[in-house]
């Protein structure tokens, strides 16, 4: 079989070549004894494989295997005819098995014989050759003009001796036939059945691959053939492309930028963003499960877009046109009507929602599908994309379609959505299957190479099934492998999904628009352009999303804060931006764009189990598509939302004015140009004066003495740690200010986590200022760049020639690149300090000096060792010189840098303790009246919101001031803070989005099942007792993850079983991670767990919480009100009860609140006793006017309802008693009297069915009245 098919996979090469190859191969790769035995007419390579394939007492011989697949596939073996007009009856030059399609259903012909398959014939791309001049026989050949030139006859011997030759001329097919007898190797690994439905149809059939592991019931000679096959109809290399034919459909929701800014600004920025997603997603489903219906294929869902595939199918069936009743014969014909009847359904079903409509085109034609990447099982790797005429031809239609249209090539009028309306009444009353096809199309796997198949012996059933190779992983995106890892971790499947603040980065690689792949230069480019981006991508901190074809062209995008919380996403998404630029611009492309912008987004999984995918999804995504759109050639736009958190690394330019779909008015954007270089930053004054706290004092006096000590002719270094946001910068500002007033020069540089691999990058920005500032002093006058600087030392023999190449190894636009070649091959040890030698040069001229390196991310090896040696040195040939090293983590020095840790002063910085928290508060407050305090609750909600962090407290303090929620008091004289609605659920806006993310960093790496425990956590509250939740250990295992996550990660603090939040800001971090639906759930399965666990309310009370109020508050918080205002009557009757007269008002005031929210009408019973009771609580507290009116309504509301108040005469006599009762409570004794003898009457007249002692009560206080 491998023998027969190796000259299908041959490229067209003259017999001479083959025969060249041949020799040249047998050379290398045979032995003497090998080439005396094939002489002989032995093959010692075919013995092997024979022996290999005895594995059934029915296996045939090699010989006969060969002929038995000759027979399978006889439409790829053109036969001698009489006449040579039969070659194009035949169709000569069909594409080979591995670009066969697949089918669904499997109709491919009749029976699985030796005659041609008219339905594949029909839809096969057609690669033709001309016929040869003769007609010979050519089955051997893919080409019939390689046996131009030989005689007619071939005889049977010389066949099989090129079958043998063929074999030995390839040794990749050598390889593959050599292996057929192994079982298990790497390449017959299955993916995961859960990975599928994130791949399109045409990766899982095109990755197709034999179940081994279910029982077949052929021999294993046919399943060797069988899975032959399957390989080859694999790409073995990248890039590939295979062309099909079909019609390509996008479907556009029209409304999704207005849907999500509306519900943005009604419900916030989070909830708004879950509302539109949960929106989207319902939609994109119903969109997704009517494509399979009609035998589609999702390729991606490219945002509010769906591109979908309908590949040519052949079947049995005869379907006709039904405005001319036509017969429809051509296949394309049938796929075409498949397309107009999905459109239709999909615009029908869509025709009666308020929020979205769709427009949509759709053309038919020749398709190209591209795989790019490289050959790998990780995912992210490769990337597969469809392109062609269709498809540009298909984003024409659609930008001509409005609202509830779809456009087809060729036809002039669009259908529309009352036509949609039509075809449904239509289904509906013919009583189909809506979900036909749908079901079966889950995890559906079926060989391209479909001959395979096209008889009863070799059907799914016979073979034992197909699934997916593991190859095809590469082709998912690193959020999706992210996501399955998850729930292979048996994580909760629905709080997988998160809302973010997410960068989005498009670029848009224009050059390639109208790719040829026939142009082979301009398809390695492609492949090119995808790895270096996906590689830029990933060494900025972000996911590659999508690489694609759409109606904007070919189109690559990146998404940075989606699967980490990273602590600055804009800068990642802006470094990104500019290092793909200045690669794209290397690759030689004249036209690209990028665009950038950065917010609140839905990450996680969107469609239905039959085709979904991890998607980023909001109004920023579609931003940064038509930020691209409106870039200059190769060029990059940003948001302001990019540029505002930034712009404190990165220097931008202001845009003219653009305006964009979607967004109302011109505005400006910004296009990135350079990092700052901090060499040019002086130490200035800040807007907050420096406040010294008692916390920082120690950390001040240890640097302060660090410097004098350098002074003093001793080198010193010291290291600076601490969390971000402390205070660092700002404390190393202030001892460099003293320093440079007493002579120092100060040398700055700045890193980020995006440096740490780049060789000597901290010392690039200190080399490059001191050369500049040396070279200016030198000459009087300043220096714009480091390049005219050295040009300038070297004139002034400060620097040698060697002295610059050596300094171009850390200042690379110094030195040429060839020149710097020459030190790669230098021991690093020697390098070292011939880079030392020339840097000592300029540092000894700026003496005293303080080199201050400053960064959130590690120091490369190289930089360590520079620094080690400077320091070993600096004692006799720099003397005066102060190194400060700040970091957020302790450094990690290399072992040839660990004398630095030896003689390092250490220092690290804390967060503010609380009483630090009141002294900042008073500062930023300006009070400066002694006699003024702050309210202890101001201070809590600060401090515990700003974690501590100095410029948190001032941002949290300037978020409080602009709400209005700080005032002062003038009868306590303090600053108070007015309290949001504790009942909200909304934190978004409570602490600053940078702290969020700060906070969230150190658990990225948390495994996801404690993930859910943070989550569920922060729903149940910011301190909770353990005892309380053991009803969820049953399922979810809680109180045990919580008490990990205390011990491991110090996420709460616990006394006995009462468990806190460690910090208020990182329970409301974890907390706003959640989207609505997301903790109704959490709640409702809180709610169930308690109610299948049957606890009984009395174990509660002993320890200080009450069941019932626990209940209603998660009932409430789970939207189900019903239950929360019965749980709430129960608690406030036991607080009654109790004599707890407050808890009971606060519960039956909860109660009437989600009274009012029941959509369900309560009986007058129901809506009076909860307010009876709560003025009766008022009463007893002594708050008599709330009583009052609160009893008012109430009779007022029986009175008004008299029919209903006359079936129930003892809530009548309730609610005129507990009047009485209050006016009796202040003294005024005739209306209570006038209530008595109204009531009285009645609850005599009661009696017999009522209480006797519910009667004596009403007499007794009617008798007190009186």
């Known amino acids: 079989a491998a023998a027969h098919h190796d000259v299908f996979q041959l490229k067209k090469k003259p017999m001479s070549t083959l025969k060249d190859n041949y020799r040249s191969q047998n050379s290398m790769e045979t032995s003497a004894s090998e080439s005396s035995s094939r002489r002989r007419g032995r093959n010692p390579r075919r013995d092997k494989i024979s022996s290999t394939l005895q594995k059934s007492t029915s296996t045939p011989s090699l010989d006969k295997l060969v002929n038995l697949a000759s027979s399978i596939n006889s439409s790829f073996i053109v036969r001698k005819k009489d006449d040579s007009s039969s070659w194009r009856g035949l169709e000569y030059g069909k594409p080979r098995l591995s670009q066969r399609r697949s089918l669904s259903p499997n109709k491919t012909g009749q029976g699985g014989g030796g005659g041609t398959n008219d339905g594949l014939l029909q839809h096969m791309q057609m690669k033709s050759s001309p016929p040869p001049e003769n007609s010979a026989s050519t089955s051997l050949y893919d080409n019939p003009s390689d046996v131009k030139n030989r005689e007619p006859r071939v005889t049977v011997r010389r066949q099989r001796q090129q079958r043998r030759k063929t074999m030995?001329?390839?040794?990749?097919?050598?390889?593959?036939?050599?292996?057929?007898?192994?079982?298990?190797?790497?390449?017959?690994?299955?993916?995961?059945?859960?990975?599928?439905?994130?791949?399109?149809?045409?990766?899982?059939?095109?990755?197709?691959?034999?179940?081994?592991?279910?029982?077949?019931?052929?021999?294993?000679?046919?399943?060797?053939?069988?899975?032959?096959?399957?390989?080859?109809?694999?790409?073995?290399?990248?890039?590939?492309y295979q062309d099909i034919r079909g019609s390509i459909l996008i479907l556009d929701l029209s409304g999704f930028t207005a849907l999500g800014e509306r519900l943005r600004s009604e419900l916030g920025s989070g909830d708004g963003a879950a509302e539109f997603a949960n929106r989207v997603n319902s939609t994109l489903s119903m969109m997704v499960k009517q494509v399979h219906r009609y035998w589609g294929d999702v390729l991606m869902f490219a945002g509010d877009a769906l591109i979908c595939l309908f590949e040519e199918k052949c079947d049995e069936d005869d379907v006709r046109d039904e405005s001319t009743g036509e017969l429809l014969i051509s296949v394309e014909d049938k796929t075409k009507k498949r397309v107009k009847e999905c459109c239709l359904s999909v615009l029908g079903k869509l025709a009666s929602d308020q929020e979205f409509s769709i427009h949509g085109g759709a053309a038919h034609g020749m398709i190209r599908c591209f795989f790019l990447g490289t050959l790998s099982k990780k995912p992210g790797s490769c990337a597969f994309v469809v392109s062609g005429h269709p498809l540009k031809q298909t984003g024409n239609l659609l930008n001509k379609a409005g609202q509830g249209e779809v456009y087809f090539d060729g036809e002039e009028l669009p259908i529309t959505e009352n036509e949609g309306i039509l075809f449904l009444a239509e289904i509906a009353s013919n009583d189909i299957d809506e979900d036909e096809g749908v079901t079966a199309a889950k995890n559906h796997v079926?060989?391209?190479?479909?001959?395979?198949?096209?008889?009863?012996?070799?059907?799914?059933?016979?073979?034992?099934?197909?699934?997916?190779?593991?190859?095809?992983?590469?082709?998912?995106?690193?959020?999706?492998?992210?996501?399955?890892?998850?729930?292979?971790?048996?994580?909760m499947s629905m709080l997988l999904n998160e809302l973010r603040p997410v960068a989005i980065v498009f670029v848009g690689l224009h050059d390639l628009d109208d790719i040829d792949p026939r142009d082979s230069s301009l398809l390695q480019l492609m492949n090119e352009a995808f790895k270096i981006l996906s590689r830029i991508t990933h060494s900025c901190n972000g996911a590659v999303r999508d690489?694609?074809?759409?109606?904007?062209?070919?189109?690559?995008?990146?998404?940075?804060?989606?699967?980490?919380?990273?602590?600055?996403?804009?800068?990642?998404?802006?470094?990104?931006?500019?290092?793909?630029?200045?690669?794209?611009?290397?690759?030689?492309?004249?036209?690209?764009?990028?665009?950038?912008?950065?917010?609140?987004?839905?990450?996680?999984?969107?469609?239905?189990?039959?085709?979904?995918?991890?998607?980023?999804?909001?109004?920023?995504?579609?931003m940064a598509a038509r930020l691209m759109s409106k870039a200059p050639n190769r060029g990059t736009l940003v948001s302001k939302r990019i540029f505002s958190r930034s712009n404190d690394f990165i220097h931008f330019e202001k845009s003219e004015k653009i305006q964009v779909k979607g967004k109302d008015g011109f505005f400006h954007a910004y296009i990135p140009r350079t990092r700052i270089d901090h060499q040019n930053v002086e130490i200035a004054a800040t807007q907050q004066p420096f406040v010294l706290m008692p916390s920082r004092q120690a950390a001040m006096n240890s640097l302060v003495n660090v410097k004098d000590q350098a002074a003093s002719g001793e080198p010193a270094i010291a290291f600076v740690s601490g969390g971000p946001f402390l205070g660092k910068s700002r404390l190393i500002d202030e001892v460099a200010a003293e320093a440079a007033s007493d002579g120092f020069t100060v040398l700055k540089s700045f890193r980020t986590s995006l440096d740490s691999f780049t060789s000597f990058f901290p010392l690039r920005q200190i080399v490059a200022a001191a050369m500049i500032k040396v070279a200016s002093t030198l000459r009087g006058e300043d220096f714009d760049s480091e390049v005219e600087a050295a040009d300038y030392l070297v004139q002034e023999n400060v620097f040698k020639k060697t002295d610059r190449v050596n300094i171009g190894s850390i200042v690379p636009q110094v030195a040429d690149a060839q020149l710097l070649s020459l030190l790669s091959g230098m021991n690093p040890n020697a390098r070292t300090k011939s880079i030392v030698d020339s840097m000592m040069k300029i540092l000894k001229l700026l003496n005293p000096l303080i080199i201050i390196l400053e960064g959130d991310g590690d120091i490369d090896p190289s930089s360590w060792s520079l620094l080690a040696e400077i320091m070993q040195r600096a004692k006799e040939e720099c003397p005066t010189i102060m190194i400060i090293v700040s970091s957020r983590n302790s450094p990690t020095i290399t072992?040839?840098?660990?004398?630095?840790?030896?003689?390092?002063?250490?220092?690290?910085?804390?967060?503010?303790?609380?009483?630090?928290?009141?002294?900042?508060?008073?500062?930023?407050?300006?009070?400066?009246?002694?006699?003024?305090?702050?309210?202890?609750?101001?201070?809590?909600?600060?401090?515990?919101?700003?974690?501590?962090?100095?410029?948190?407290?001032?941002?949290?303090?300037?978020?409080?001031?602009?709400?209005?929620?700080?005032?002062?008091?003038?009868?306590?004289?303090?600053?108070?803070?007015?309290?949001?609605?504790?009942?909200?659920?909304?934190?978004?806006?409570?602490?600053?989005?940078?702290?969020?993310?700060?906070?969230?960093?150190?658990?990225?790496?948390?495994?996801?099942?404690?993930?859910?425990?943070?989550?569920?956590?922060?729903?149940?509250?910011?301190?909770?007792?353990?005892?309380?939740?053991?009803?969820?250990?049953?399922?979810?295992?809680?109180?045990?993850k919580i008490e990990e996550l205390s011990e491991k990660y110090g996420c709460f603090e616990h006394t006995g079983t009462h468990f806190r939040w460690k910090q208020q800001a990182v329970y409301e971090a974890v907390k706003s991670l959640l989207m609505v639906n997301q903790r109704q759930i959490i709640h409702r399965m809180i709610v169930d767990a308690f109610r299948a666990n049957d606890i009984d309310p009395n174990d509660l009370v002993l320890k200080g919480g009450d069941v019932h109020r626990l209940l209603g508050r998660h009932c409430a918080l789970a939207e189900d009100w019903a239950a929360a205002f019965e749980q709430y009557i129960k608690a406030g009757d036991r607080a009654k009860a109790a004599f707890n007269f407050n808890e009971a008002s606060k519960m039956y005031e909860e109660a009437i609140d989600y009274q009012a929210k029941m959509t369900e009408p309560l009986t007058l019973r129901s809506r009076m006793i909860p307010t009876i009771n709560l003025g009766a609580c008022f009463r007893e507290l002594a708050r008599y006017r709330e009583a009052e009116a609160v009893l008012t309504r109430c009779l007022n509301e029986a009175e008004t309802n008299s029919a209903a108040i006359a079936l129930d005469d003892e809530l009548y006599v309730r609610a005129l008693t507990a009047m009485a009762a209050l006016h009796q409570a202040r003294s005024n004794y005739d209306d209570a009297r006038q209530l008595y003898e109204k009531a009285v009457p009645i609850a005599r007249n009661i009696h017999e069915s009522g209480s006797s002692l519910w009667l004596a009560g009403n007499i007794a206080g009617y008798a007190e009245t009186l």
């Open 168 to 240: 030995q001329d390839i040794p990749s097919i050598r390889q593959t036939v050599t292996s057929l007898g192994a079982q298990d190797d790497g390449m017959d690994e299955l993916m995961d059945r859960n990975a599928m439905r994130y791949l399109p149809k045409i990766l899982r059939d095109v990755y197709a691959q034999r179940e081994r592991r279910r029982d077949s019931l052929l021999g294993n000679a046919r399943l060797a053939s069988i899975d032959l096959r399957l390989r080859l109809q694999r790409p073995d290399h990248l890039p590939h």
């Open 895 to 1040: 072992s040839a840098a660990s004398n630095l840790r030896r003689n390092a002063v250490q220092v690290k910085l804390t967060p503010f303790e609380k009483n630090e928290t009141e002294q900042y508060l008073r500062f930023l407050l300006r009070i400066e009246d002694t006699e003024v305090g702050i309210d202890q609750r101001l201070i809590d909600v600060v401090h515990d919101r700003a974690n501590g962090c100095p410029l948190f407290i001032e941002s949290v303090a300037r978020w409080a001031h602009e709400k209005n929620l700080i005032e002062f008091v003038e009868g306590s004289k303090k600053m108070t803070l007015k309290m949001l609605d504790e009942r909200s659920d909304d934190v978004t806006d409570a602490i600053p989005r940078e702290l969020s993310n700060i906070l969230l960093a150190p658990f990225n790496h948390l495994s996801p099942p404690l993930w859910d425990a943070l989550k569920i956590a922060s729903c149940i509250g910011y301190s909770f007792d353990s005892d309380l939740y053991r009803a969820l250990n049953q399922e979810l295992e809680l109180i045990p």
């Open 547 to 622: 690489m694609l074809f759409d109606d904007k062209g070919c189109v690559f995008i990146s998404v940075f804060g989606a699967h980490s919380h990273e602590v600055n996403p804009c800068f990642d998404a802006t470094v990104s931006a500019m290092r793909m630029e200045n690669a794209l611009k290397g690759l030689k492309l004249n036209r690209f764009s990028l665009g950038v912008s950065f917010g609140e987004c839905f990450c996680g999984e969107v469609g239905p189990e039959v085709r979904s995918d991890y998607v980023v999804m909001g109004p920023e995504v579609n």
């Open 446 to 491: 079926s060989p391209r190479d479909s001959v395979l198949l096209s008889d009863a012996e070799t059907s799914v059933d016979a073979v034992g099934g197909f699934g997916v190779n593991a190859y095809a992983r590469a082709f998912l995106g690193t959020l999706a492998a992210r996501r399955l890892d998850q729930g292979s971790q048996n994580a």
